[in-house]
């Protein structure tokens, strides 16, 4: 089952699902975002449209990828669910430097687990919304860094515990590489992990490798500017064999805490409306495509008992 903010459901209820998506971010240093820097009502009346005309292509769930202090808010995702239909999934877990808490910094690996693991059981604070998945990032890069390490062991460790899902914000081919071996050497089911801003990596064997043990290869950057880039990539993903393993997503949205009205909020429905015409004028076969956002998304995204 996937983990909504309004309960778990069935593949035959999830619909089209976009997996890597945002509602609301706000870059604010230190973990210093707090709810009283934005009006919660502001910001659900403004995406609301969005997610309506949404709803229209067909897509009934929508993953909501702000981690703790960049953005996440079950109180608005909520009442955003009720009023779209859109059924929302929210997260536990952190980002990187330079948008952690101080207590971060301090806290062991089991410290951040055991924090993670309260939100998966128990719920998120008083708000009665449940995380669907694990939401960290790795720093950019050759190497994981000590404090992304950190949450990195700390996401596995939570993950084998509550049976929730990785998302990993990871920019390059030489970092990926690290946490592939990360895991590895710590038998870490890699099937519970997505690879998110995989499209950055360009590297046909590490896509090959990632998919061979099972991960999930996120193309989730796709915009309208740039539809050859992603349909070469898709062919090149295609052709190598790993088909089966890629999610297509377009990080896109979203409401900016600081900017006036939330800055300039973009679509959320171009995906089906624009990108997978132009996919399937590149013969790249349709049904492949709907899967990616059907079956592909909701295995990746379900919670592993």
């Known amino acids: 089952m996937l983990q909504t903010v309004t309960g778990p459901i069935i593949s035959q209820e999830a619909g089209r699902i976009l997996e890597h998506e945002h509602v609301l971010v706000g870059f604010v240093e230190d973990g210093k975002l707090t709810p009283g820097l934005y009006d919660r009502s502001d910001v659900v009346s403004s995406i609301l449209p969005f997610l309506l005309k949404l709803k229209e292509t067909g897509c009934r769930t929508m993953v909501d990828c702000a981690p703790e202090y960049l953005g996440r808010d079950p109180y608005i995702l909520r009442e955003l669910t009720e009023l779209s239909g859109i059924r929302l999934v929210t997260n536990t877990g952190f ?171 973009n679509p959320y429905h171009l995906l089906f409306t624009d990108f997978f015409p132009a996919a399937a004028a590149a013969d790249l076969d349709p049904q492949w495509l709907e899967e990616c956002v059907t079956s592909h998304a909701f295995q990746a995204m379900s919670r592993r008992n």
């Open 95 to 265: 980002y990187k430097r330079p948008y952690l808490p101080a207590f971060v910094y301090e806290a062991s690996e089991r410290d951040l687990a055991e924090l993670w693991t309260k939100e998966a059981m128990n719920g998120i604070g008083e708000s009665g919304v449940y995380p669907g998945f694990i939401k960290i990032a790795l720093n950019d890069g050759k190497a994981i860094d000590e404090i992304q390490l950190k949450i990195l062991r700390a996401a596995m460790r939570t993950s084998l515990e509550t049976g929730l899902p990785i998302q990993c914000h990871t920019i390059g081919s030489e970092i990926a590489q690290h946490a592939y071996e990360v895991m590895k050497q710590a038998h870490f089911e890699q099937e519970r992990f997505i690879w998110v801003h995989a499209h950055t990596f360009q590297d046909e064997e590490l896509y090959r490798r990632l998919a061979a043990e099972g991960g999930w290869i996120s193309v989730d950057n796709i915009r309208m500017e740039s539809v050859q880039e992603h349909l070469d990539l898709l062919i090149r993903l295609r052709d190598i064999g790993v088909s089966g393993r890629v999610l297509l997503s377009q990080d896109t949205g979203f409401y900016e805490v600081g900017k006036p009205g939330g800055g300039t909020l």
